[in-house]
């Protein structure tokens, strides 16, 4: 079992910034890859980043070059940095955290608002 616990969220402006932190508990050792889901009203969630214990990244498109994933030394916290938001941005911002056995884990979500 891992608890996933986030915080950062918030309303901004187009063009400001924000950085979302998870901090995983229990079974850590057990993680292969950490990121981030968001969720638009009446979208389908969508990959945002995601990070592996190899440090290996991937984004979607439409964050690269605004979006960057790190984690810390520990491996149990993972952060979101977001530049240059935009309107579309706007969303619920899920943290994941995958397991060896394939087994996914989720945070409780926080919004991320960004005014035009």
């Known amino acids: 079992q891992v608890q996933l616990v986030e915080s950062g969220g918030g309303l901004v402006q187009a063009g400001g910034s924000l950085r979302l932190s998870c901090a995983a508990s229990?079974?850590?050792?057990?993680?292969?890859?950490m990121g981030w889901y968001r969720q638009a009203p009446g979208k389908q969630r969508e990959l945002v980043a995601g990070?592996?214990?190899?440090?290996?990244?991937n984004y979607a498109d439409s964050v690269k070059g605004r979006f960057t994933i790190s984690t810390d030394n520990a491996k149990n916290s993972v952060y979101l940095q977001m530049n240059s938001l935009k309107p579309e941005d706007t969303a619920v911002y899920y943290c994941?955290?995958?397991?060896?056995?394939?087994?996914?884990?989720w945070g409780q979500g926080t919004q991320v608002t960004v005014s035009s």
């Open positions: 990070i592996t214990n190899g440090d290996m990244t």
């Open positions: 994941y955290a995958l397991l060896r056995a394939s087994a996914y884990y």
């Open positions: 229990g079974s850590i050792s057990r993680i292969n890859a």
